[in-house]
């Protein structure tokens, strides 16, 4: 399958202060990226659909300001958690998608990056 | 709205006998694509196998096959000979196609399945 990278793969930081994480597809194009939160033994998510050149679209209840996604290129977006308080605590996860593979439209995701806020 | 249920928290299986996980859905798309992803203890969600609603004929990916019944809106995964590495938590997901740059994925909310010796 398409490989897509994310990093860091785990950031501990303290409160107040902003976090990146960066997410690339290796071997496509992404004209498509998306970003997920996963709290433990719950399912993924949506917090935003990312596509290259336009602003982000989020999902209701997620906090624009507090979330910036960033997809300034075709195999790379970009998620900061800005102010980050202990509740942002999570495991984030992007995943991209390849129009040009078959299966259509398939959703390829990257490793996850696990953020702990102190 | 799409709508995926997987009524099955756990499953239990032992090493190379045959494993069905089961996801419902419910869609007013005319056409529409169903994913099963496995995410393993590390967190890396890896895409297994998928089913277009108008495939006449049941996906199959190596030991993967997915049990389609359109009618019954069910689209359960089955796994042959199961390892011990297929331990995981596994999602059924569905997105409408055709695919515009906006559509996006529905998860349900995963079956953790466990093989033993």
């Known amino acids: 399958g398409a490989v897509v990278s994310q990093h860091p793969s785990r950031v501990i930081c303290k409160s107040g202060t902003s976090v990146k994480i960066e997410c690339r597809s290796l071997?496509?194009?992404?004209?498509?990226m998306f970003w997920y939160r996963q709290f433990p033994k719950q399912s993924l998510m949506l917090m935003a659909t990312?596509?290259?050149?336009?602003?982000?679209?989020?999902e209701q209840g997620v906090e624009k300001d507090k979330f910036l996604i960033n997809h300034a290129s075709l195999t790379l977006s970009t998620l900061t958690v800005t102010s980050a308080h202990p509740e942002d605590s999570s495991f984030y996860i992007c995943?991209?998608?390849?129009?040009?593979?078959?299966?259509?439209?398939?959703?390829?995701f990257g490793p996850g990056t696990r953020l702990t806020v102190l | 709205a799409q709508k995926i249920t997987q009524t099955q928290p756990g499953m239990f299986v032992q090493e190379k006998e045959a494993v069905t996980l089961d996801c419902t859905y419910d869609t007013s798309d005319p056409s529409y694509g169903l994913f099963w992803y496995k995410q393993p203890s590390s967190g890396e969600m890896i895409f297994l196998i998928y089913q277009g609603s108008y495939d006449q004929q049941n996906a199959t990916e190596g030991r993967y096959s997915l049990n389609f019944q359109k009618a019954r809106k069910s689209a359960n995964l089955v796994i042959s000979a199961s390892q011990l590495g297929d331990s995981a938590m596994y999602f059924c997901a569905m997105s409408p196609l055709p695919n515009s740059g906006y559509s996006t994925l529905t998860f349900g909310k995963g079956t953790m399945l466990l093989v033993s010796p």
């Open positions: 071997d496509f194009q992404a004209t498509t």
């Open positions: 990312s596509n290259e050149g336009s602003k982000a679209t989020y």
């Open positions: 995943s991209a998608r390849d129009r040009m593979r078959e299966p259509p439209d398939t959703q390829y």
